[in-house]
């Protein structure tokens, strides 16, 4: 669906996709190892699903913010 609102902007617009993404800024992606003492499996911890479901129960309603 996205690449559709695209391709329609670009269509009405008459400018190239270099061209529109041009304007929009790029942020630098920064990734960090964190160490840690024991590693788990978060699909074992009841804490850490009942917070996914959450998560996932507030995403999928209307406006879908956590």
Known sequence: MSALQVLAVMKRTGRSLAEL?????????????????????PRASEQIQAHVRRVEEALARPGGSC
Do not use: L, T
């Not at 993404?21 to 499996?41: C, L, S, T, Y």
């Open 21 to 41: 993404a041009a304007g929009m800024p790029q942020f630098p992606q920064v990734m960090v190892n964190v160490k840690v003492r024991e590693r788990i499996d």
